[in-house]
Each structure stands twice: as structure tokens, then as C-alpha cells.
């Protein structure tokens, strides 16, 4: 009887299984999986303190003041182009949902900034064929509107909070061209800046109101050759002013801080891959100032 109970159960099981969805993979059959990320300028690391080379149409010599940005949504991709989400390991740099990448170290003409660095996304993927990379910088709306102060790790960088649009900055990067920035007015500015952020917000977040914003400005990357045991994504400040002249700015906040009527941001956006005017992913769907190279 014991023989013809266990097998009446083990029937009803597979009976059942079309029925029950398919389990996720265990913990046991994750394995570990390191992105690396870097800053560069004129092919070589972009660090503070040291000469980045010449930048822009005009050809800048400029130092580095600041270099952050955080990434969300990212996964491995398949040859069918099928995402598997990299499950972030959550530490002082990420949580479960998004990772803060930090080039500057505080010194030299980052003196402003915070001693540790961070190049470097941690997670687990199901063991798998994985031929490309995909990830978004940015920050997920439910994540976005938050406090600097409540928030835990990563989303507790005041240097990195957007108080004026209600969010924060998705990418901080500050650079110090030779000579300064010569404003409209014939005033100057010692650096130039890119803060990356949706614009366009309302409501307040701090009375209980949901927050929506005109233009998201997060931005799609999408790297189809991609391994992450011998190769790096790279942000490349040369690929990124390559249409800007540095040394000027012809209105607006010094620099581009997403507004849609800079005149500095047209330039920016269209190196980002982003449209200025929606926010989204312009058509082409490719970022030329990010790129893959060999790890060093």
C-alpha cells in the first residue's frame, strides 16, 4: 500500500506541474558576475589631478573636478537578444536596484569630493551563454524622489541629490578646461559641467505627492559584444565633448545640466544618445560615449 501511495502522489504532482510555474533559478546555480567600469580621455584613465589631454571643438586642455553616475536595470544579454538582470549584491557602493560608479578620489582638483572610488557593479547570474551587456543611467522612479538623508547606500550622496528638479543627479561629470569658461555676460566659470537628471518635475515628494517629470533623461546602454571576465565599459570624455566647445557657453547654467533650451546640451545629448527635447532614447538606440575595451 505504501508503494502504490507514494506513487498516486508522485501522479498527482506531475498531474499538478502544468499548473505550477516554472521555480527561478536556486541560489546554487547563480554565479558570480563583476562589471567593470572606467573613465578615460585621450586613451588613457581620467583621474584627478592629472592632464586629460585636449578636449572638445576647441581643444581644451582641462583636469578633472568630478566623476560619478549611477546605473540601474542591468543584465547580461543572450545571442536572441533575451536579458537575463544581473541580481545586485547589495554593499556600500549598491543595492538590490541600482550602483553608484565614482571615479573621483578628493584630491587635486577633486577636492570636493569623497576619498573612496568605486569602478565596479558586483551581482549573480544563472550560469548561461552571455554574449553582451545592457544597463541604464539612472535611477528608478520609485527610487529617485527620495531623501539623501533616509536613504541608505547608494542613494545617500548629497553631492548627488537634485534638490531643484525634485531627484537627483543620474551622472555628474565636471571637468576644469584651461583657462576657465567664458560666460554670455564675459563673466568666467572655472568649470564646465554635465549633470544628467530628469527635468521638467512637479509635485512634492515630502508632503506625500507623486512626482512626475517631462523628461525622464535616463539613459539606455546597450553593448552587443560584451564579456565581463576580459573586457570594461568605458565613458569616454573625449567621445563625450567631442561636438563642445569648452571654453565657452552661450547661456543657460554653465555647461549642461539637461536643460532643454541649453544650447550647451544639444551637443551633450546627441554624444549621450538621448534626445534633448523627450527625454528618451533618440532613434539610432546607441550611445557613442560608451564603449567596450580590453581590461588593463
Not at 161 to 168: E, H, P
Request: aromatic fraction near 6%; glycine fraction near 12%.
Amino acid at each position: 500500500m505504501r508503494l502504490i501511495h507514494v506513487t498516486a502522489a508522485l501522479a498527482l504532482v506531475i498531474g499538478l506541474s502544468g499548473c505550477v510555474s516554472t521555480p527561478g533559478p536556486r541560489k546554487d546555480d547563480l554565479q558570480p558576475v563583476t562589471i567593470a567600469f572606467e573613465l578615460v580621455a585621450n586613451g588613457h584613465s581620467a583621474r584627478c589631478g592629472a592632464a586629460l589631454g585636449a578636449l572638445g571643438r576647441d581643444a581644451k586642455r582641462a583636469t578633472l573636478r568630478d566623476a560619478r553616475f549611477y546605473v540601474q536595470d542591468v543584465a547580461l544579454v543572450q545571442a536572441d537578444g533575451r536579458r537575463t538582470p544581473i541580481a545586485l549584491t547589495p554593499n556600500d557602493w549598491q543595492n538590490d536596484q541600482v550602483a553608484l560608479l565614482d571615479f573621483e578620489d578628493a584630491t587635486g582638483t577633486c577636492a570636493g569630493g569623497s576619498p573612496a572610488t568605486n569602478t565596479v557593479v558586483t551581482g549573480k547570474v544563472p550560469a548561461g551563454r552571455y554574449t553582451g551587456l545592457a544597463f541604464t543611467v539612472g535611477v528608478p522612479p520609485s527610487l529617485n524622489h527620495t531623501s539623501t538623508e533616509l536613504e541608505g547606500a547608494p542613494l545617500d550622496i548629497a553631492a548627488m541629490g537634485w534638490s531643484w528638479q525634485a531627484g537627483r543627479k543620474f551622472a555628474k561629470i565636471e571637468i576644469d578646461p584651461e583657462g576657465g569658461v567664458t560666460k554670455l555676460d564675459g563673466s568666467r566659470s572655472a568649470s564646465w559641467y554635465v549633470h544628467l537628471g530628469s527635468t521638467g518635475c512637479t509635485g512634492n515628494p515630502v508632503t506625500g505627492q507623486t512626482v512626475s517629470c517631462l523628461r525622464s533623461n535616463r539613459l539606455p546602454v546597450v553593448l552587443e559584444q560584451f564579456d565581463p571576465d576580459t573586457q570594461r565599459v568605458e565613458l569616454d570624455l573625449g567621445s563625450l565633448f567631442k561636438s563642445t566647445r569648452l571654453s565657452e557657453d552661450r547661456g543657460g547654467a554653465v555647461g549642461c545640466m539637461s536643460g532643454p533650451t541649453d544650447p550647451e546640451c544639444g551637443p551633450i545629448f546627441e554624444r549621450l544618445g538621448l534626445s534633448l527635447d523627450s527625454g528618451e532614447p533618440d532613434a539610432s538606440r546607441h550611445s557613442p560615449a560608451f564603449s567596450v575595451a580590453t581590461k588593463r
